[in-house]
């Protein structure tokens, strides 16, 4: 059976993004590439129409539609990290050229797109069935953008 992946809508800047996230995350595989034929829509034939990757495991299509979309907070993509440092690498990554950090491990990057880059533990954290522990932790990530995971575990270990 086929499995389910993610479809990202860019005006025109599918290579582009295809080439900004291979930069980010090294792992990254670019695969096929489809291009527009004649249409009704006025788009070049040629130009690119979709592009396949795999980034950290999980295949995207990147899709050219010639018709501008907005991103929006309902929507983004996650990023497990093991250490502070792939939190600092990622973060720094996806904010450069444009991006935007944002409230809560989140940070848009310059196309648009949401991720939130966060340690591996906090499902563990947020899912405890230690109340004082969820709510100290959560306070704590409240009062941070990127997140820092050695004051994030000490919240909780404290609460």
């Known amino acids: ?15 582009e993004m295809a ?4 930069s980010v995350f090294k792992d990254t595989k670019i695969g096929a590439t489809s291009y527009w034929g004649p249409n009704p829509m ?6 690119v129409l979709t ?24 929507f983004s993509m996650t990023v497990p990290c093991k250490t502070q440092r792939e939190i600092d690498t990622y973060w720094k990554k996806l904010s450069s050229g444009g991006g935007q950090p944002v ?5 848009i990057d ?6 939130q ?18 709510q100290a932790m959560n306070e704590a ?11 994030l575990k000490a919240a909780f270990e404290r609460g």
């Open 1 to 15: 059976m086929s499995k389910n992946y993610i479809c990202i809508w860019s005006n025109d800047k599918a290579s």
């Open 19 to 22: 080439k900004f996230y291979k």
């Open 42 to 47: 006025g788009v070049k034939e040629g130009s």
């Open 51 to 74: 592009i396949e990757l795999t980034v950290r495991g999980q295949k995207i299509m990147l899709l050219n539609g010639f018709v501008p979309k907005e991103f929006n907070d309902s």
């Open 103 to 107: 409230q809560c491990g989140w940070v």
């Open 110 to 115: 310059k196309y648009g797109i949401r991720w």
């Open 117 to 134: 880059v966060f340690p591996d533990q906090i499902m563990k954290w947020q899912t405890s069935k230690n109340k004082k522990k969820r």
């Open 141 to 151: 990530m409240w009062q941070m953008v990127k997140l820092d995971a050695k004051k």
